[in-house]
Structure formats: C-alpha cells, structure tokens
C-alpha cells in the first residue's frame, strides 16, 4: 500500500562548495545543540533572577540592580535563540539576512556570565557592606 515516508533529518552537515559548512560551524548540530540548551538556561535563570529579586532579596536588591542582573541573561537567550534560528535556516537551504551563529558562540556564555555574575555582586555587596548597598539603591 503506502511507502514509509523518508527521514526528515539530514545525514551529514550541509556543506558549501569548498566543502566547509555553509554556517561557518564546523559541526552545526553540535552548535545548535548547545543552543538549544543555552535558550532554556538563561529563560530559567531569567525566571529565577526576577523571582529572587523581587521575594527573597526584594528588601537587599534594588529594581536598577535586579534590571541590570537580568538584562545580559535575557540577550543571552536571545542570542541563542537567533544562532538556532540561523542554523536551521541554512539546514534548509535558505540564506539568513545576518548569520550570527559563529559570533553567538563567544557572546551567549559572556552575556550569560555577566548577568549571573552581576546578580551575584550586587547581592554579595548587600551583605558585606551594607551602606553601600542603601547609597546604590
């Protein structure tokens, strides 16, 4: 009766005519893997720091400090969102306006790192100095 239909995956990366990947990766599903990951991580956190923000330490974190914590975490996720975006694009032949991909790998963990590591500060001077930390707010 009917044929079983072909797999929808690819067997190999798609290669240009030098036989280098069109996205610059050399293993874009490795990359997109990682993408994928990075995506719901910094959504998570993104929910964790706006959460912890404004119940747990509401009273030793000011709304600036929290907004300036989640803002890198926030590019963070998007960035990755738009080099999985860019990998699938060209998976299927299309041609992205702006392939970012390749620079998302350095800019998704750095963006990622200082947003944590800016809510972590701001936390941490709330603790140790404490007038420090009502000047700032």
């Known amino acids: 009766m009917d044929e079983p239909s072909p797999p929808l995956t690819r067997t190999g990366p798609v290669a240009g005519p030098e036989g280098a990947s069109l996205t610059g990766l050399p293993d874009p599903g490795l990359a ?4 994928k990951s990075m995506l719901s991580i910094s959504f998570a956190t993104l929910g964790g720091v706006l959460t ?15 907004g300036c914590a989640a803002l890198p975490v926030a590019i963070s996720g998007l960035l990755a969102l738009q080099g999985k975006t860019d990998i699938v694009q060209v998976s299927q032949g299309l041609k992205p306006p702006v392939d970012i991909s390749r ?16 809510f972590l500060a701001f936390l941490l001077i709330s603790y140790l100095d404490p007038e420090l930390a009502a000047r700032l707010r």
């Open 52 to 66: 912890l923000g404004e119940t747990v330490f509401g009273a030793r974190i000011a709304p600036w400090q929290m």
């Open 32 to 35: 997109f893997d990682y993408y």
């Open 103 to 118: 620079a998302s790998l350095r800019l998704v963990p750095s963006f990622y790192g200082l947003g944590v590591g800016l």
